[in-house]
């Protein structure tokens, strides 16, 4: 009975021990062992920047969490390290610093800002890290560098889909107020340098400080030369200032904004002074006004619908820049065993992807890859947007 007894102890041993054996060699359970891959996130969450850093950090850690809930990437967990850069550079070189020296993330998605990307992309490229601005300013990606995208909609694209409007209402003359950063100044080389290709004269050009309270002043000046419309290109708060000190003179001239608006936060800083102004835009702030043939229209509803439910707040195009950056280094992480160099080159082979800011095709010379497609023009109409025909 004692050897019955030692040899069924035994043969249950054996078992338990194969069956470890099998969970160790067993592709499906052994995912759960892999490490995780580290993606770093830089975002300006707090600060005058938060309309555009908060809703970036809050869809990365959505899309995050729902790609980890389809199983991660290759049966790695996706594990996102964020730092808040109040949209100051100097903070975004801090933070890009930690992410690659102390926290060894394999790829970075932000910051939320132009000045704050220009800044970081020296040690982004000297480090040789995979890193998908959230921006929008034309010299992040002008000229190319290999390590370095974005998915924000290019100023170029924004300045001609306001071009092309102001043309077809046939507007000869304008005026130009800018901000005096990089985003700023971005978008005014491109309203001087395209206004030849659209028969349009530039009376004046102005600037304003990222941080002005009022631009009186510099629309005093603009109504002397008499314009038949005004683009303002900055981001909040200051285009909004604009919007207002334009109807405190009074003065009825039609006003276009840049697309570093296009979010609701706009439209509560202007108040009744956003009733008119039109923008280019990229499609989610009306997304349900689409045709259903659109391809965009299904995912930008999705997006939509699973940020309200989690967030209880309403959608930004901004936010989408992030959720683009996440998905769209999710594909590249596949079959790279976390390898920078080939997720680098998966990234900028990234064709036909249907994302929230538009259809993406990178190219090794194209490292934002988007077309005009990606924009509309909207008018801000009792307190929401109105497509443009």
């Known amino acids: 009975m004692f050897f019955v007894n030692k040899y069924r102890s035994m043969m249950i041993t054996l078992s338990i021990v194969a069956i470890v054996c099998l969970m160790i060699t067993s592709p499906g359970i052994a995912a759960s062992d892999k490490k995780p891959y580290k993606i770093g996130g830089i975002f300006a969450v707090t600060g005058p920047a938060s309309f555009l850093g908060d809703p970036e950090k809050k869809s990365m850690e959505m899309v995050i969490e729902q790609i980890n809930a389809d199983g991660g990437i290759d049966g790695h967990m996706l594990e996102a390290v964020i730092y808040d850069t109040e949209g100051d550079p100097s903070k975004a ?94 978008g005014k080389e491109q309203l001087l340098a395209q206004a030849p290709d659209f028969g349009l004269t530039i009376a004046k050009s102005e600037t304003f400080g990222a941080k002005d309270t009022d631009m009186t002043a510099q629309l005093t000046k603009i109504r002397q030369d008499n314009p038949e419309a005004i683009v303002c290109w900055g981001t909040n708060p200051g285009p909004a200032v604009v919007a207002k000190n334009l109807q405190q003179l009074g003065l009825d001239i039609p006003l276009y904004q840049s697309h570093g608006v296009a979010s609701p936060k706009f439209i509560e800083l202007a108040g009744a002074a956003a009733e008119g102004i039109m923008l280019p835009t990229g499609k989610i702030l009306v997304a349900d006004l689409l045709p259903d043939s659109d391809p965009q229209k299904a995912v930008l509803l999705d997006y939509i619908n699973d940020y309200e439910k989690k967030y209880d707040a309403s959608v930004s195009g901004f936010g989408g820049y992030a959720f683009d950056g996440v998905k769209i280094l999710a594909g590249a992480l596949k079959n790279s065993d976390g390898d920078k160099e080939k997720i680098r080159k998966a990234i900028e082979n990234t064709k036909n992807y249907v994302g929230i800011s538009g259809i993406f095709n990178f190219s090794p010379t194209d490292h934002n890859g988007l077309s005009p497609e990606a924009f509309v023009m909207v008018r801000i109409a009792d307190g929401t947007w109105e497509l443009m025909e």
Do not use: H
Not at 100 to 129: C, E
Not at 144 to 164: C, E, G, L, N, R
């Open 93 to 186: 070189v801090m933070s890009v610093n930690k992410l690659i020296n102390k926290d060894n993330v394999i790829a970075i998605v932000g910051p939320s800002t132009t000045p704050a990307t220009l800044a970081v992309m020296p040690i982004v490229q000297r480090s040789q890290i995979p890193f998908i601005s959230c921006a929008a300013g034309n010299k992040i990606v002008e000229p190319i560098t290999p390590w370095v995208f974005k998915t924000a909609q290019s100023d170029i694209q924004a300045v001609a889909t306001i071009y092309k409007t102001l043309q077809s209402k046939n507007i000869k003359k304008i005026s130009i107020i800018s901000v005096n950063n990089a985003f700023g100044e971005s």
